[in-house]
T-cell receptor
Framework: NAGVTQTPKFQVLKTGQSMTLQCAQDMNHNSMYWYRQDPGMGLRLIYYSASEGTTDKGEVPNGYNVSRLNKREFSLRLESAAPSQTSVYFC????????????FGDGTRLSIL | KNEVEQSPQNLTAQEGEFITINCSYSVGISALHWLQQHPGGGIVSLFMLSSGKKKHGRLIATINIQEKHSSLHITASHPRDSAVYICAVRRGAQKLVFGQGTRLTINP
């Protein structure tokens, strides 16, 4: 089972460039999330989608946009990348209720020069 | 002050030792998660707790709701247990708030 698939795994951008991180899940989960992980800090929520057609801001949304394309896919877009957005990005999905855990992708390591 | 605090931040032990990692939180929660992140970066869920205790193999997780505290124990530790262990609390319907993680190294 694939679970949560993120692409790309690594990316280097120049300041000002744009890019989209892709995430897809095959578990029929309702909720999907984008986090960033920085050294010395816990995972921080950027945006989430509680269900298809809805998106909400998390703790650190500035500089990002998201699209819940369908129930499977949730993309994260950096319109004008900045060095402060250098981080490891994780996508996760969750059934949306009950005692099931979130499932995480393998992460995207993004460097902005 | 972070809403979720873990201790210790780093822990080095010898193979076979009993390991305890602590998590304290300062807010009301509906559930608490323990996650494991291996050096390759992938994150997997170990436990989700809302009360009491859970055991899976050599791993035991406990939570005391009144004390706002949880512990993750590893019995008979092994080098393959070396990883970052992350505590996260569920606030409201959707969001998780994460601790900074505890880096565990088990030496042979």
């Amino acid at each position: 089972n694939a679970g949560v698939t993120q692409t790309p795994k690594f990316q280097v951008l120049k300041t000002g460039q744009s890019m989209t991180l892709q995430c897809a899940q095959d578990m029929n989960h309702n909720s999907m999330y984008w986090y960033r992980q920085d050294p010395g800090m816990g995972l921080r929520l950027i945006y989430y989608s509680a269900s298809e057609g809805t998106t909400d801001k998390g703790e650190v949304p500035n500089g990002y946009n998201v699209s819940r394309l369908n129930k499977r896919e949730f993309s994260l877009r950096l319109e004008s990348a900045a060095p402060s957005q250098t981080s490891v990005y994780f996508c996760a999905s969750w059934v949306g209720q009950g005692s099931q855990p979130q499932h995480f992708g393998d992460g995207t390591r993004l460097s902005i020069l | 002050k972070n809403e979720v605090e873990q201790s210790p931040q780093n822990l080095t032990a010898q193979e076979g030792e009993f390991i305890t990692i602590n998590c304290s939180y300062s807010v009301g929660i509906s559930a608490l998660h323990w996650l494991q992140q291996h050096p390759g970066g992938g994150i997997v869920s170990l436990f989700m707790l809302s009360s009491g205790k859970k055991k899976h193999g050599r791993l035991i997780a406990t939570i005391n709701i009144q004390e706002k505290h949880s512990s993750l124990h590893i019995t008979a530790s092994h080098p393959r247990d070396s990883a970052v262990y992350i505590c996260a609390v569920r606030r409201g319907a959707q969001k998780l708030v994460f601790g900074q993680g505890t880096r565990l190294t088990i030496n042979p």
